[in-house]
């Protein structure tokens, strides 16, 4: 006999995984997921390629996603950037006797960055943005629903550390009964070690979309940032779990292009 595997546990898995995905790890300095208040400059653009592979196991099932975002920023003046982020995701889950998989495009996003204050080391900004439902719900691969959110971002530096705190409002709109309030909150130490390496540290949390778990995903993060030329980095880190819903562990990694 087929063992089932129990569908409200794989879903809540892979809404949290889809929803941390585009809900801004996309767009900070790869492989961070804590966005800074930096800003292309007019006329300037940037393209980030970004993947992520996560890994995790409850019992006897085992979920597996590998995440690729393709993210192009465009400055419309020096404090403010128009960014689109099209996310691609393959997915599975299952034991030794069954299991399902899906993969395909997920919900695009739209969102602009705006550096609202500036002075000395300190600048905030605000992060407006939405998902566009193109994705295919029924593979879970998009929500249905043009969800929108809202980050605050905060960032002080000083010669070679810099601390970015972000914390948002995010419209979890669904086909399903998750949560429609998501709220998040995290924070990223950097310090330069040579000209060309930084190293970066992650720690953040937000709601559970599942309504039947009050236990809320929480991660930790360090990697490297390394750029061989100005307008060039390569950015690698280990993200693993700090509560039960995150995935055990997940590599994060990429290029990013400013020209």
């Not at 006999?1 to 995905?21: D, E, G, W």
């Not at 979920?63 to 404090?79: C, F, H, K, Q």
């Not at 061989?228 to 290029?255: C, N, Q, Y």
Request: proline share 6%.
């Amino acid at each position: 006999m087929r063992t089932r595997i129990p569908v409200s546990s794989m879903f809540a898995v892979l809404t949290t995984a889809i929803i941390t995905f585009w809900a801004g790890s996309a767009f900070a300095a790869i492989p961070l997921i804590t966005d800074d208040t930096g800003t292309q400059g007019k006329g300037k653009f940037q393209v980030e390629i970004l993947g992520e592979y996560g890994h995790d196991k409850e019992e006897s099932v085992t979920n597996e996603n590998a995440d690729l975002a393709v993210t192009l920023t465009y400055g419309i003046s020096a404090p403010v950037d128009l960014i689109l982020s099209v996310p691609y995701e393959s997915w599975r889950t299952g034991d030794s006797d069954s299991e399902i998989r899906g993969n395909g495009l997920c919900d695009p996003a739209i969102e602009t960055k705006w550096r609202f204050y500036e002075s000395g080391g300190l600048s905030f900004a605000l992060k407006p943005g939405f998902t566009i439902p193109l994705g295919d719900e029924e593979k879970d691969l998009g929500n249905g629903k043009l969800d929108y959110y809202l980050f605050f971002i905060a960032s002080s530096e000083s010669g070679p550390l810099a601390l970015h705190v972000n914390l948002a409002y995010i419209r979890n709109n669904n086909m399903e009964n998750d949560r429609r309030a998501i709220l998040h909150a995290s924070l990223a130490p950097t310090v330069d070690i040579g000209k060309n390496v930084k190293l970066v540290g992650d720690i953040g949390v937000e709601t559970n979309p599942d309504r039947s778990s009050s236990d809320p995903p929480a991660y930790v993060l360090a990697g490297v940032i390394y750029s061989p030329r100005e307008s060039f980095d390569i950015g690698v880190g280990l993200k693993g779990r700090l509560t039960g819903p995150e995935p055990d562990l997940a590599v994060r990694g990429g290029v990013t292009w400013r020209f």
